[in-house]
């Protein structure tokens, strides 16, 4: 199976509700970051947390770290229709920083 | 700034014609990456492009080729297109930040009958 898979791979929630997708990985890891693609896009960068870090906030956003679990948490607070996308959370890993991208999570926001 | 550029965005081939899709970034990076998207499989890397002058394989590269024209250029080639290689395929480039973050380019998306 491949590394950086997101669990749920499809997610339908109500605007104003919280939104959670988590990823698992099997590598150790230099860095996870979460990416979003709205249909028909090429793939735009939220937000990167260290493998360092357990937490770290942008916005609405807060992702999380478990490197003892191998998995991370993207939490998208008060949703609104504009959030629907895919999301994809991507592993970086190794000397020369390999990107391995899991398979997405798809997310519709209901108005 | 454009970001990262690639044409074409659409194109239909015939099973064992070939074509090369191309990829520009102004952002000044040295790395670039291309990627074939499909559904259920999210993002495999193809090839990339650690700096100028230098290509490596990525997770499927059999039946492309690449080449690294200049810093701010990464074309990827297929020589005899196959139905497998229907997919869409995005081009990516990153900078000098140890942390990786990549900016892609808006697709192309083949078709191969």
Request: net charge positive.
């Amino acid at each position: 199976s491949q590394q950086g898979e997101e669990d749920p791979q499809a997610l339908s929630i109500q605007e104003g509700e919280n939104a959670t997708m988590n990823c698992s990985y099997k590598t150790s890891i230099n860095n996870l970051q979460w990416y979003r693609q709205n249909s028909g896009r090429g793939l735009v960068h939220l937000i990167l947390i260290r493998s360092n870090e357990r937490e770290k906030h942008s916005g609405r956003l807060r992702v999380t770290l478990d490197t003892s679990k191998k998995s991370s948490s993207l939490l998208i607070t008060a949703s609104r229709a504009a959030d629907t996308a895919s999301y994809f959370c991507a592993s970086i890993s190794g000397g020369y920083q390999k990107v391995t991208f899991g398979i997405g999570t798809k997310l519709q926001v209901i108005p | 700034n454009a970001g990262v550029t690639q044409t074409p965005k659409f194109q239909v081939l015939k099973t064992g014609q070939s074509m090369t899709l191309q990829c520009a970034q102004d952002m000044n990076h040295n790395s670039m990456y291309w990627y074939r998207q499909d559904p259920g499989m999210g993002l495999r890397l193809i090839y990339y492009s650690a700096s100028e002058g230098t290509t490596d394989k990525g997770e499927v590269p059999n039946g492309y080729n690449v080449s690294r024209l200049n810093k701010r250029e990464f074309s990827l080639r297929l020589e005899s297109a196959a139905p497998s290689q229907t997919s869409v395929y995005f081009c990516a480039s990153s900078g000098q930040s140890s942390y990786n973050e990549q900016f892609f380019g808006p697709g192309t998306r083949l078709t191969v009958l």
